[in-house]
């Protein structure tokens, strides 16, 4: 069975850190490109960042361009996505997916597997 968990959320001070983490079981996540998603209250799901397989290809969305950076700790099939100067605007569940693909994708639809998410509450 399939499962990803998200970890790592919290709530932070405006200009703080949280580092995610996308733990994975019933599959390699090395094999799939992987995306990390967010989804405030009233707002559509936004793809925010993704990791190609191989790594070739990493996309971040403008909003959380220099701020964010995805990668793999393959040791322990997870993706982690690293978010420092978080903003206010940045508060939202995220979620991460792997997609049976080669290139990631922003969109979602272009997944497979999803976790059941992780809040991120930027406030002072």
């Known amino acids: 069975q399939v499962q990803l968990v998200e970890s790592g959320g919290g709530l932070v001070q405006p200009g703080g850190s949280l580092r995610l983490s996308c733990a994975a079981s019933?599959?390699?996540?090395?094999?799939?490109?992987i995306g990390w998603f967010r989804q405030a209250p009233g707002k559509e799901r936004e793809g925010v960042s993704c990791?190609?397989?191989?790594?070739?290809?990493?996309y971040y969305s403008d909003s959380v361009k220099g701020r964010f950076t995805i990668s793999r700790d393959n040791a322990k099939n997870t993706v982690l996505l690293q978010m420092n100067s978080l903003k206010p605007e940045d508060t939202a569940v995220y979620y991460c997916?792997?997609?049976?693909?080669?290139?990631?994708?922003?969109?979602?639809?272009?997944?497979?597997?999803w976790g059941q998410g992780t809040q991120v509450t930027v406030s002072s």
């Open positions: 997916a792997a997609g049976r693909r080669y290139i990631c994708s922003r969109y979602g639809s272009d997944y497979n597997y």
């Open positions: 019933g599959l390699t996540l090395d094999d799939y490109a």
């Open positions: 990791i190609s397989r191989s790594d070739i290809t990493i």
